[in-house]
């Protein structure tokens, strides 16, 4: 599983092949042992099969469902007919092709409409984005096809909330804003994980904190040269407005 978005009781789902929908079934909820421990139970309704896009972040915008389509680098709604009917790529990946040419992942909603994207280069190359991986990551406004922000580390999940456009510079573990007039990153707080996944709840922000990989896909980024006792995995919660630390939810794996 890859993408997850909610919205008024609706969630989806991307997956290696398929996007999923679900809906909440309060009566269903209250059926569940132990009686009373469930808010919510989230039975499938829906599914597309988009073959292997590389599904990444998801969104709803009203009533529409938006995918981040990685191997075709765009953004697509998904089809009863098709694998996928594309919306949106940048404006320098010159055709739809299954070769991850940028490797764009996260997509932002800002007043009802698929608003804000994130890409690790500015490549028209099958995986040309792995060369730059350090700063050649992007943040673009998808109304305008404008770059807004350069030199990111593998940036992931922007997000819009209370009037400020966040994003995660995941490469250095990083939690920041971007000023819309000038492009600017300005970092509200650094994590010891590969930052992935970004949820709002009041005045509280939830960063999904990852391991990484030892591999060539994650050479050469700040977040790698940690020693691995130094890098967790988890779910961080930020204060919003001061940026400070409120709460740590990690996952371990226990040897035996």
């Given at each position: 599983?890859?993408?997850?978005?909610?919205?008024?009781?609706?969630?989806?789902?991307?997956?290696?092949?398929?996007?999923?929908?679900?809906?909440?079934?309060?009566?269903?909820?209250r059926q569940l042992e132990p009686a009373g421990s469930h808010d919510a139970a989230f039975l499938p309704r829906g599914s597309f099969v988009?073959?292997?896009?590389?599904?990444?972040?998801?969104?709803?915008?009203?009533?529409?469902?938006?995918?981040?389509?990685?191997?075709?680098?765009?953004?697509?709604?998904?089809?009863?007919?098709?694998?996928?009917?594309?919306?949106?790529?940048?404006?320098?990946?010159?055709?739809?092709?299954?070769?991850?040419?940028?490797?764009l992942n996260g997509l932002a909603v800002r007043d009802g409409?698929?608003?804000?994207a994130t890409a690790l280069a500015e490549s028209d190359t099958p995986a040309g984005w792995r060369d730059h991986k350090r700063d050649g990551g992007l943040l673009l406004d998808i109304a305008s096809s404008e770059i807004i922000t350069r030199g990111l580390?593998?940036?992931?999940?922007?997000?819009?909330?209370?009037?400020?456009?966040?994003?995660?510079?995941?490469?250095?573990?990083g939690v920041g804003?971007?000023?819309l007039?000038?492009?600017?990153?300005?970092?509200?707080?650094?994590?010891?994980?590969?930052?992935?996944?970004?949820a709002f709840h009041g005045r509280y922000a939830f960063i999904g904190l990852s391991q990484?990989?030892?591999?060539?896909?994650f050479s050469g980024i700040a977040i790698a040269e940690l020693p691995l006792e130094q890098r967790a995995c988890g779910v961080w919660v930020l204060?919003?407005?001061?940026?400070?630390?409120?709460?740590?939810?990690?996952?371990q794996d226990l040897v035996q």
């Open positions: 599983p890859m993408g997850l978005a909610l919205q008024a009781g609706r969630l989806a789902l991307g997956t290696e092949l398929e996007l999923l929908t679900f809906s909440n079934v309060p009566a269903v909820a988009t073959g292997d896009v590389q599904v990444h972040e998801i969104a709803w915008a009203g009533d529409a469902v938006y995918f981040v389509n990685t191997r075709f680098s765009c953004v697509c709604t998904p089809s009863q007919e098709y694998s996928f009917v594309p919306v949106w790529r940048p404006p320098f990946v010159s055709a739809l092709a299954p070769e991850d040419r940028c490797h409409r698929p608003a804000y580390s593998m940036p992931h999940s922007p997000r819009w909330h209370a009037g400020r456009l966040w994003v995660l510079n995941s490469g250095e573990g804003v971007v000023d007039d000038t492009g600017r990153y300005q970092e509200v707080a650094r994590l010891p994980g590969f930052t992935r996944g970004l990484i990989r030892e591999s060539a896909v204060g919003v407005t001061s940026g400070q630390s409120v709460a740590f939810i990690q996952f």
